[in-house]
């Protein structure tokens, strides 16, 4: 074969193969019948059929492309409600945890039917925390949440959508994404990020919003948050599932014991995955940053790296700011768009102290060395103390604990300090874990603010109400 056509006919087998699921050879007869077409086509040494073969290639790459696109923005398109449960499961790559087949089918179609007959309360799991949901479109039932809770009803709630279909039902009519938004969806929803969009105030109700004129909006990944939001074919708001102020719930359990009898309806989905709230990004500013309202299960060196590979070499970056690291925004904190930036949060029914040893004490401060501050403690009332500690499973803490006489000590490490992610996905469940199990004050060790650790220490920092400066000796 000459060159141009071997080329043309190894492009057409290349793409076949990966139009196959899973990728793999194409069929011998196939891949003869096209070897005779493209050997026929290079004897008649013609330019259109030069063109034929471009068109075939294009044409099976369009075809593969259209697949990729239907599969991520539209998964259930056409299908039955038990099918838009699996195909939702197996879109983001996990089974429905305890829920299988029909029974999955009848707890979610319940669940709907509390959602929107009912216009009640649900609780369901995402991969971030517990959710306490009700329809975002339906004022009534949306009020519920703030009761159920004691939420102050300036505290905006978030939208949770299952399509990107659904999604624009709830922006202005002819919205435009931007290019740093287009990159942040096409590379974390569905997943714990949130984002600010311009609220459609025919649509989207003044109570969700607390009165803003922008509302907040995710695309979960968990499947089972994803399959009742399309079983139910309604957009959900849903803070995490907790008294207002107490620590996130990570475990149905956890739910169960801070709200019971207060919903009709828990759904046990098992643990949560990250087990922080979603990453909350305004991207509405004139000047095109993103600011980062609240961190979370998404981290500021992730939303980095896409902006950076988004945007090409000469084009201007988005600048991604912190909110209280890097600015300040005095009017937002009085008049939050997005949970988490106004009120106590994520605090137990006992005391938090926080363990700082990791960043230096503030100017004029000196710190304690760390067996000094264990005698310390240790002889609080009521004597001996019940002590909760949470700290990485590799810190020196332990040690200095083991000799320590005394407490009676309740600990729960976040695994290892080069791990961030598992500190998140365990400071919620430890908060609560300690909590019922009766100890007198918790004590929480510093982590580095890199990585998942800066979401870990915004929580820690809004629970704590003290902070000791520690060092070790």
């Known amino acids: 074969m000459v060159s141009k056509y071997a080329a043309g006919y190894r492009g057409v087998l290349r793409e076949l193969r990966k139009s196959l699921d899973p990728s793999r050879k194409v069929n011998p007869e196939i891949r003869a019948n096209f070897r005779s077409v493209v050997e026929g086509a290079r004897k008649r040494n013609n330019g259109e059929s030069l063109v034929d073969i471009d068109n075939t290639i294009l044409f099976l790459r369009s075809q593969r492309e259209h697949k990729r696109l239907i599969d991520r923005y539209n998964p259930l398109h056409d299908l039955t409600e038990p099918e838009r449960i699996k195909a939702t499961a197996n879109r983001v790559g996990l089974n429905l945890p305890k829920l299988h087949g029909s029974e999955a089918h009848a707890i979610l179609k319940t669940a709907a039917h509390h959602l929107c007959d009912l216009h009640e309360t649900v ?59 287009r990159a942040l969806m096409e590379n974390f929803w569905p997943g714990p990020l949130t984002l600010l969009f311009p609220r459609n105030a025919e649509v989207i109700p003044t109570i969700i919003t607390a009165g803003q004129s922008s509302v907040a909006i995710r695309m979960p990944s968990h499947p089972v948050a994803r399959a009742l939001i399309a079983v139910a074919n309604a957009p959900l708001a849903a803070p995490s599932a907790n008294t207002s102020g107490k620590p996130s719930p990570t475990r149905a359990e956890h739910v169960a014991r801070d709200l019971d009898g207060r919903v009709p309806l828990i759904i046990n989905g098992g643990a949560c995955g990250v087990g922080l709230e979603s990453t ?63 009120y106590t949060h994520y605090s137990p029914s006992v005391p ?122």
């Open 123 to 181: 609780v369901f799991p995402t991969e971030t925390v517990y959710g306490l949901g009700a329809v975002a479109t339906n004022a009534e039932a949306s009020a519920k949440i703030f009761s159920t809770k004691g939420r102050p009803a300036d505290n905006p709630l978030i939208v949770h959508v299952s399509s990107f279909g659904m999604l624009e039902t709830l922006l202005p009519p002819g919205y435009e994404y931007s290019k740093a938004y």
């Open 280 to 342: 909350v990004v305004d991207g509405l500013n004139e000047d095109g940053n993103i600011r980062i309202l609240r961190p979370g299960g998404i981290t500021v060196e992730q939303i980095e790296q896409v902006l950076r590979k988004e945007y090409r070499e000469g084009e201007r970056i988005p600048r991604v700011l912190v909110h209280k690291r890097d600015y300040q925004d005095e009017t937002q904190e009085a008049a939050p768009t997005t949970p988490g930036m106004k």
């Open 352 to 473: 938090v102290t926080l363990l700082s040893t990791v960043s230096k004490p503030p100017m004029g401060e000196s710190p304690t060395s760390m067996k000094s501050y264990l005698e310390r403690v240790s002889s609080k009332q009521p004597h001996p103390p019940k002590i909760g500690l949470l700290a990485p499973s590799d810190s020196k803490i332990w040690a200095a604990v083991d000799e320590c006489e005394g407490p009676t000590w309740h600990r729960f490490d976040l695994g290892l300090i080069s791990d961030p992610s598992m500190s998140a996905q365990r400071l919620f469940d430890g908060l609560l874990t300690l909590e019922a199990e009766g100890v007198d004050f918790i004590l929480v060790e510093e982590v580095a603010e890199t990585h998942e650790g800066l979401a870990v220490m915004n929580r820690v920092r809004k629970a704590a109400g003290d902070v000791e400066w520690i060092e070790y000796s």
